[in-house]
């Protein structure tokens, strides 16, 4: 009798090359993308030539890195909350410590909190090695958390998780503060390169990411966020990686930037919740560990740096994809077109490529 387990096969398909440059990574490498929307082949393909027609590529600067576990407690009132967190506030040193018995590859870097009525709201945040870091995060607060009740006096246990992190959800607090690596990625497209190959101008593509990104984001009431498609090509590059899919929530939060600097096309995104590891759930997978073996992520490096290469990676083909779909939305008709094309020749897409 079956379990109901199955794998659920999903079309893959390499694409690029793509060439990147910066503090993380220096390279050049086709990318994969596990999707339904054939079309995004194709598009992230076209973003990925241009970026071989700079000398420096996209240029990725991964600024920062942690992941993040909030916890709540409990205490009598606002006052004694109050207290509680100047005690763990002054607890650091010992709450550093007590990370580190927690693994060889997590250390606790930042620690937040808030108050709301008689509620204690703790942010602790991490550095987890190459893993992406929810279990260890969880594992190391539960152990934070533990100490803290035992040693701190007035509060007892709320819960474990209190979505201060914040993980999976749209919110405020990871576009300011961050939550898993924190990238921007740039380029500078000449002018030529933008008229043949993205059929469009620096002043068109600079103007519809004002009206599109920013303005109507912002009537859409859009959280810490101003792009046209990130979570496509994320949600692509997660699958095709072993990453946790859920996690696109936070990831596609992120800011387009385009400007016409004297007819070439500046363009930039920054994407400040990029969760993704090389190690840990869903990297046993046969196809996930040829493609990160193929991404260069398998390479005998410091802890943490095969990481921070696949996040560079991530974030450039988010720009790849980015920069092709508001290119084709400068051109009335553009899109649906292609669409339809594209769309009807890859009815019957094989898995794999």
């Known amino acids: 009798m079956s379990d109901g387990s199955a794998v659920a096969g999903v079309p893959m398909k390499w694409v690029g090359p793509l060439r990147i440059s910066g503090n993380a990574a220096t390279t050049e490498t086709k990318v994969p993308l596990a999707t339904y929307e054939s079309p995004l082949w194709p598009s992230v393909s076209r973003g990925a030539r241009v970026s071989t027609m700079v000398e420096s590529g996209i240029v990725a600067t991964l600024v920062d890195e ?7 407690v409990k205490a009598e009132d606002a006052r004694t909350a109050h207290l509680a967190a100047q005690a763990v506030d002054a607890a650091l040193d010992d709450l550093r410590k007590a990370t580190r018995g927690c693994g060889r590859f997590i250390e606790l870097v930042g620690l937040r909190h808030e108050i709301a009525a008689n509620l204690l709201f703790l942010r602790f945040e991490f550095t987890t090695g190459d893993a992406s870091g ?3 995060a969880t594992l190391a607060a539960d152990t934070l958390l533990t100490h803290i009740l035992r040693t701190v006096p007035g509060i007892s ?11 999976k959800k749209a919110t405020a607090i990871n576009g300011i503060l961050g939550r898993g690596k924190n990238v921007v990625t740039e380029i500078l497209v000449p002018g030529d390169i933008v008229r043949r190959t993205l059929h469009t ?9 004002v009206g599109k990104n920013l303005i109507g984001t912002l009537l859409a009431g859009g959280i810490r966020s101003a792009n046209a498609h990130y979570a496509n090509m ?39 919740n990029l969760v993704v590891g090389t190690v840990g759930n869903g990297k046993g997978l046969d196809f996930v560990e040829a493609n990160l ?14 990481a921070r290469r696949l996040a560079v990676i991530a974030a450039a083909t988010v720009l790849c994809g ?28 094989k898995i794999g490529g």
Not at 157 to 167: F, P, V
Not at 201 to 209: F, H, T
Not at 249 to 267: H, K, M, N, P
Not at 338 to 347: A, D, G, K, Y
């Open 157 to 167: 246990y709320g819960s474990i998780s209190g979505n201060y992190c914040t993980d």
């Open 66 to 72: 942690r992941m993040t576990r909030s916890v709540y």
């Open 322 to 349: 980015e920069l092709s779909l508001l290119a084709a939305q400068t051109n009335p008709g553009e899109l649906m077109r292609t669409h339809l094309l594209l769309e009807r020749r890859n009815t019957t897409t």
């Open 134 to 136: 929810h279990n260890m």
């Open 293 to 306: 073996t193929r991404l260069g992520c398998r390479e005998p490096r410091e802890p943490g740096a095969n």
């Open 201 to 209: 101008s620096a002043a068109a593509v600079a103007e519809l990411n």
């Open 234 to 272: 994320l949600l692509g590059f997660y699958l095709a990686t072993g990453q946790d899919a859920a996690n696109i929530v936070e990831g596609s939060q992120g800011v387009t930037v385009a400007e016409d600097r004297d007819g070439d096309l500046y363009f930039s995104c920054t994407l400040p």
